[in-house]
């Protein structure tokens, strides 16, 4: 969040032929007369506004109060409110590039307009707009068409995150089973686990948005459009499935990492009781050799040096087989 | 997924009178005249098609192109979507050899006819099509009853698959009880917690497909076959409890492996500590009549060396038996 | 499973006048006679029926084709069926001799009799058959009073079961307590919990079905009867709280046999390191008189062997005085 | 559960002109009489009724049949039973001289009349008793207020109970802190965890039961007694939100003295390690010189004793302070 | 809570024209010629009332014998309250410097007033207070409005708090990364834990209580304040989110945490393991040389003691190289 996000407005109206027009941000006191036109649809895409441009808006659009309120505040839940003469939806497009990974966007529908407001210039937009400025026919040609365009891309942004996410984890679990139990695959898990909360906290609530929209008679949503926002709702449906998924998932990776750890704390102190027998046993030998008893037969012995060499040998040999049958070296 | 799917096309109708007659893959644009005959069922079913054949299937039954979309993309989450005219059923069939061992099938079902689109050839269909085409009575003779033997033989794909399952979790229990804390059995319990997951993420929505189709007022579910409804939901049920219990035991199979281990350990720092006792003590006498003051009477004895020898081997006796007796052996 | 169960068949009817008929398994045709009859309670009671009398039953009673083939393929979720003129109820006895400690009952309903097919000898029947047979007023009069009978004995038979897994976890808990960490301790709390998530899969449908009994207009539960089922309600919740409660005990004791694992570790390590210690100093300063330095004045001293013997004694009185006060020992 | 309970059996009637009249036992048969006078309520309190008694109550209010097995089963879940002319409410008291805990109370309401049956002397009948005998005026006046007075001094009993637990959890957390992983401390979290079950195996059918009674339309909670009931309702929800809460952090110090005992190793095996260390760094270099080779001129230094008993200090010394700086000891 | 709460007592009316009268608190029986002045909006609020202040304000206002106690008993579960002619909201306030962070408030609405009693004094007061007073419109100017003013600095009062167990969450993360596994962390894990719990307590039911609010026919949220009530709510779940995604962060730290400490074991027991082998085996080579053959060639090699020495340098070289380059130093 170091740079100043670039910020842009852009005002496009498609009349009843077809045509497309644009209106320079200098012109926004005019957008009524367009949207008082009988089947034109106004769309009005605003990014990073200052707060003088938010004001402006609000006039121009007669926003509520409380949804000028949030558009200030910004980080809302995502949710439907529905005022008087408008509705607003609150979603988030996934961003990579963007500090959290999120990037908010604020949609107003009144009665031929839509109002998109974001706070960074996201590929979202530029897709829905050739969509809408090109095709003459075909794009999106009522506000519940447009709106759909603008959150069907913003759940369709989610999909390369997941698989990220997917890729990162199966990761994980070779790297922890391999035995790798070290710090940064904590690190990792941690950072998973944050993502995926995070993720599940904006697309929940969008889940209940989508099926807000298809349960509550809204006008923005008619027959011919329903079919439409129900696959919008199957999608969201998906990626919680699989956000919760990977939540269990990165939770047995958590498990299995320290079990991995405790197999080779046992390893370890395998180890350990092992090397300690192997080198004790000929210190032990050594150190009788080393008592000063007057009469200690052994040590006049002309072999007696070589013999003990290989005595310790034997139980070094002896005992080191035996702890390999074991499993222990 | 190395071998490319083999692709294959059938075009069944059955007619009031009982006879069977199958088009030709070439002669699909004659479909329609087939479904408009009064009582004539016609079952469709496509193997791994192409685009084009995507295509030339969706302007044959006039597919909504959300419907299209999803036959392009495939991976849906199960699903029963209501178009205009027609109903759209997603589902999955437990398939071992395919390689997330699931595969998925589209199902379309209008007035007269019904299209079935899988992407791998699955036992379920050659089933379902020598009932279709060799009993002359007694096949099903609806949409709905075709649907259900569909449905059917995929929930009915889960139970071996759930059995597998079963076993391999009391062979790993076996193992673990055994203290057999091996990474493969690590490993084993991952694999079956991600098969377990998956099978969740396709059968709950499974449940509420079936679900949906008793308590919504379609008209292809009927009085006459709603029992066999009942019973497909119930399948599903009873294998989501499976899966659950399944899930339940594995997390306590891992739990007792990380008991195991800690056992394990115990068992192993008690032998540590028996064995440097054991052998510290010799070593300890050792040094004491290894160490070189003027006048230690004991090393003058004649038999203080046998003496010295046989006091070690009291020790190791004495504390090799107070350590077995505490079971640290 | 070894020994082939007894197989078994009765059909009792009673008349209007408590006068109580019983009809030989050859004249099973004639049972629709007694059903006609008005007033006549008519029970058939099969144990290890064959696919043969399956058959024959199925069609003296007129069961749809789905409740046969439940018959034969058996393992049923517990279940409220209901058919055009019939209803099907599936419940589970537990049965401490049988393999899996159940045992499943198909009730099937119809105007004036009651089907029951089990698969094992149970004390139920035998209880329900006195109460039917024995007294002419008092015992069941009608269907409703009858399946009642039959699903209260199922019921009362978890009872004794859970005061069995409610002891056999007071015992865990004590030899945990006791730090008995065995590895039998760990393979009967996976037993244990194997049975609770056993139990739980037949109860929580069977209450489902007493609930359906009670919510469901059926004309089996009439308002007299209807203080019955909310009992038999009462009392499956009341088995399932006890469930629940003891799956968090077991949770609860496998954790704090974990807990006792590895505080009985840190006493062993102490007593390692105690032991180690212990040992090491004596060894040193025996080690330190062992060096051949020209001028160690100690070593000419008269008293310097018994002086030393005192030091490495004083060491040992001291550190092992220190660890036990430390609690190591 | 030794002494025997105390049999006690208590009829007060209080007519509308608030004069209370007591019945003795011997009078049970006239209770009818008092009950059909208009405007009187009728107050029947039994303590450990025998069987005789029990059969004669239930004669005397014409008590269902299962009501009456109710009570002589006992151990019921607290619910809301209603037949046909009668309600039967079951709730449980908080007594700590009870063996579990709980005293159990069953209570009947008809028109005009409430009886109650406990099996253990508790404060709670004692004091709803003064209220119901003194006060002319302010005492419970209908069942409906007098089930209220019973019913809020049983839920009012449960708020000592938790204070208690509450302390006890405060104890524990401070004790697991300070490093006593003692088996005290384990045993006592494995009680407390039985108890909370216990105390929410009766406290949430207690809050349904308390909605049920907000809910359903019966006589016997009328406008005037409805925020009394919805307090009731309240304080049950905040009781088991208590109880809720004192589950988690009975966890969390489960999963924290499991985290204390392995930090507590950590500290153990660092310790042997610098002990280790310490003493076979000496020890090493007394073996050294207790070699017998030929030439070591160090042996012939007049100083070389001394000396070599100084490296082994300095040795010590340094081995000490480094481990000491790295916290080990 | 050492110092006693400063006492306040405040009584404001702002009348149709805009013009906002304050009574003294000894004419507060003066109220009710206040309320039943048309478009008169009364406010009044007490902080730390007497218990002679409640009676007195609950005669003036009739408030219910229940409403009361709750006055006097305080730790209120937040709930809405609706007796005959008045609401009862209690909420909490976050507070950092009480006692345990949180402040009640209890309020009470009837037609054209609103009585707020609280024990603490906190800035939400003052902040809608300047607002009522100051601001001849745009302040509240329905019951409704000054319910939403005062619920709405409450539920914001949250924020901050949650900002900082954010912010101590995150500290603890990278603590716990970076190994230190102190006792600190775990006091402070078990602080967050208890925290956090308590704001579920309080928030959980607030939400309720604001959802009640929206979706009763309450006649104090109107139309026009629908929204501002839905802004609250939609807060109300954001802050519960947080909440739980902390809760869920605090028990991956948790377990990262005992993750850490075995991964902090395994490479203490390496250390242990290689400085036990790096000091063996110079002292066996030491007590071989120490032992007392006749025949023993090296020890009269003139370079017998230089070589002696190099060898055990060479060992403690080899195995220090050795362990280094499995990474147990």
New interface residues.
Partial sequence: MTDPPERSFTCLARHLDGSVEELPKERIDEIDKLTDRDGTLVWVSATAPTSEDIAAIGREFRL?P?ALEDLHKQQ??P?L?T?ERQHMVVAYEAVPAAPDGLSEIHMFIGAGWLLSVTWTATPLLDAVRDGFAARRNGGPDTTGTLLYALLDAAVDSYFPVLDTISERIDAL?DRV?E?E?D?ES??E??YL??RL??LR?VLA?MRDVANALLRRDLEIVDASSA??Y??LY?HL??VL?QVD?YR??LA???????????????A??????A???V??????I???????????P?????F??PL??AV?AAAVVVSVTYFRRKGWF
């Fill in positions: 509520h409380l809302q839940r949710k409110d005022y679990e089973l035995g139990a710090r904590l690190a898990i941690l686990k944050r909360l995070e906290r609530p079919p439409y129900q696959d199957d449906v998906r499935d998924i269990d998932l047995a990776v958590l498990d299995a990492r320290l079990t991995v750890a405790s197999n080779s704390l046992n370890i102190m395998k180890r350990l009781t090397f300690t027998v080198l004790m046993v000929p210190t032990l050594a150190g009788i050799y080393g008592m000063n008893f007057d009469l200690m052994e040590l006049r012995w002309p007696g040096y003990a060499l310790m």
